[in-house]
């Protein structure tokens, strides 16, 4: 049995490919779309939640990418290490709580009625907790921001919450509508209308 199989890993691809393409750049500029990573670990939890061992398989390997990118941006490319700190250790569990929420929410809910609903709710919900677990291990770790209070840090961090958590909302949100166009297509092939005539 091959560990992925199906559409498993066109779903894989996809991620991959999403985090090779927008990794550069936090908040994307005119030639780069922003970072597209809590949504990837989120949407991987979700669509790979019924294959297990592609599940695991495929959180570690965008660990690895992730690592090995930003790795390459710092030390080749010149870009600000600014965050590569004991903190950034802390970004796997940040990631494995996007992916961990995606995936709960796949075994419990359909996606589709109120279900799309719980959807928006639990990808607001994770969003918003890896944006405060990832900041607070940054103030707590990091050795950066020391000599800034907490409310300080609080205040600064605070103003970059709706950018993170909208897009990666607005990911979510094109993945979740491309497989909805998927699913009612391929529904209304399986069941075409019937002409009589």
């Known amino acids: 049995m091959k560990l992925i199989q199906g559409r498993t890993w066109l779903v894989a691809a996809g991620l ?13 500029s005119a030639f780069s779309l922003p ?8 949407l991987g939890g979700l669509y790979l939640a019924r294959n297990a061992r592609a599940s695991k398989v495929m959180f570690i ?13 710092t030390t080749v490319q010149g870009v600000s290490d600014w965050c590569m700190t004991p903190a ?30 719980w959807l928006a709710i639990s990808a607001w919900a994770a969003n918003s907790f890896a ?8 103030y707590l770790a990091s050795g950066r921001v ?23 909302m607005l990911y979510i949100a094109c993945a979740v509508g491309i ?11 399986a069941h075409p209308e019937s002409c009589s005539g």
């Not at 991959?16 to 994307?28: D, E, I, K, Q, Y």
């Not at 970004?91 to 996007?98: K, M, V």
């Not at 205040?155 to 709706?162: A, D, N």
């Open 16 to 28: 991959m490919l999403a985090m090779a393409a927008t990794r550069f750049n936090h908040f994307g």
């Open 35 to 42: 970072d597209a990573s809590w949504a990837v670990f989120f």
């Open 61 to 73: 390997a965008l660990l690895l990418q992730a690592g090995i990118m930003d790795s390459y941006v």
């Open 88 to 117: 950034y250790w802390f970004l796997i569990p940040t990631y494995g709580s996007l992916w961990f929420v995606g995936h709960r929410f796949a075994l419990r809910h359909p996606m589709e009625g109120k279900g799309l609903v």
């Open 131 to 138: 944006f405060l677990f990832s900041n607070a291990a940054f």
């Open 146 to 168: 020391s000599e800034m209070t907490l409310t300080e840090y609080a205040s600064r961090v605070s103003e970059y919450y709706v950018s993170y958590v909208s897009m990666s």
């Open 179 to 189: 497989h909805m166009l998927i699913t009612v297509q391929s529904k209304s092939k």
